[in-house]
């Protein structure tokens, strides 16, 4: 169980303590680390110089002034740092998406990763190093379990483990889980197996999302979702795309998700794109933390009243007698009392018994009832 933020926070307190001499090994694998990425760094910088400072005019040229975006991240034993980057976005935020914000330089640095190349200030600093888990936002702190907190037993690096097994395109629970298997098993030879892998996906641009927004909500904001045991509710991303695909050539989901055409990667990312800006849609799904297996897909919708939503539900054809479906009711429902909705509503169409005795088990009220389908409602300012 992770637990509340606030939970997290008093049980497992801020600052971690360094290595001591019980602690030997990461001692010398972490001095090693660091004489390793000085070295590499001083052999590779007739390129490297060259191409920040090309990196640096372009910035300059075309986009103006700061040529760089310095930010606070959590760094090594929780302490905070400034970490630097080459600013890729519009300065100021306005009423723009970051999607909207970035500028074709910057698209560019990002594409290529050369947006980072400032980070090799911050490791001959000592503030990070080439590799190691990526350095994350400060607020995030509360948001580990205490497992996730051993992220922070190493800098943090440029690239890691995390990075070439999917770069931006990998859920939370398993970036975290990467980041904590490599602190297990920290050593220059995985280090330089990393760092081989990082430039191959660089060269054939793997897993690069220009948005990180695309692939997850922020980690301390998916993790302050309800949730149920191990079930946890959160919204919809381009990374559930494949899942919709699947799961809507079982007849039963594509009914209950009103969508029986073709189902293709190309339709559903169509459909999640266009919800993604609709103000009156809101896709969810229900996942279990310790994997991040997508178990449920379920959403409002709402039209003139947007207090009113309309709701469509589906379980994983494959896990439809494990009770997901009471669980993921009882998440939406106390995700849509902290929401605007006052009220939702749901039809199931004729033979649905399950789901007509499933949702009055839930505090939904039949409406109406005919030879096509049952229509229920659920009053959401009652608990």
Request: glycine share 8%; charged share 30%.
């Amino acid at each position: 169980m992770i637990g509340t933020a606030s939970e997290r926070l008093e049980a497992g307190g801020r600052a971690m303590d360094p290595p001591t001499a019980a602690d030997g090994s990461m001692s010398r694998a972490l001095r090693r680390k660091r004489l390793a990425d000085t070295a590499l760094i001083v052999l590779l910088s007739p390129v490297v110089l060259p191409l920040t400072a090309a990196a640096a005019l372009a910035v300059w040229t075309f986009d103006g002034s700061p040529v760089l975006f310095r930010q606070r991240r959590l760094g090594y034993l929780e302490e905070e740092f400034e970490i630097l980057k080459f600013r890729t976005m519009r300065v100021g935020e306005g009423r723009d998406s970051d999607r909207q914000r970035i500028t074709r330089i910057g698209r560019w640095l990002r594409r290529t990763s050369l947006d980072e190349l400032p980070q090799l200030w911050n490791v001959l600093a000592g503030e990070m190093a080439l590799v190691g888990p990526r350095p994350l936002y400060v607020d995030y702190a509360p948001s580990y379990s205490p497992r996730e907190r051993r992220r922070h037993s190493v800098r943090p690096g440029i690239t890691g483990l995390a990075q070439i097994s999917g770069r931006n395109s990998a859920r939370w629970t398993q970036r975290l889980a990467l980041d904590v298997d490599y602190v297990d098993r920290v050593s220059l030879r995985g280090d330089l197996g990393i760092l081989v892998q990082t430039a191959r996906n660089v060269l054939r641009r793997d897993g690069v999302s220009l948005v990180a927004r695309d692939t997850g909500e922020p980690l301390d904001v998916e993790r302050n979702y309800p949730h149920r045991e191990d079930l946890w509710i959160r919204r919809f991303n381009a990374l559930d795309i494949e899942a919709r695909v699947e799961w809507l050539r079982d007849r039963a989901v594509s009914t209950a998700l009103d969508d029986e055409g073709t189902a293709t990667v190309d339709s559903v990312d169509g459909w999640y794109r266009r919800g993604r800006d609709d103000p009156h849609r809101d896709d969810l799904v229900v996942y279990r933390a310790g994997t991040g297996e997508v178990v449920a897909m379920l959403g409002l919708t709402s039209a003139e009243d947007s207090s009113v939503g309309a709701l469509y539900f589906a379980v994983d054809p494959q896990k439809r007698r494990e009770g997901i479906g009471r669980i993921g009711l009882e998440l939406i429902i106390e995700w849509a009392q902290t929401s605007r909705y006052r009220s939702m509503h749901l039809s199931v169409p004729e033979g649905g018994t399950e789901a007509r005795h499933l949702l009055e088990a839930s505090g939904f009220e039949l409406m109406s009832l005919d030879d096509q389908s049952a229509s229920y409602s659920r009053d959401l300012s009652s608990s």
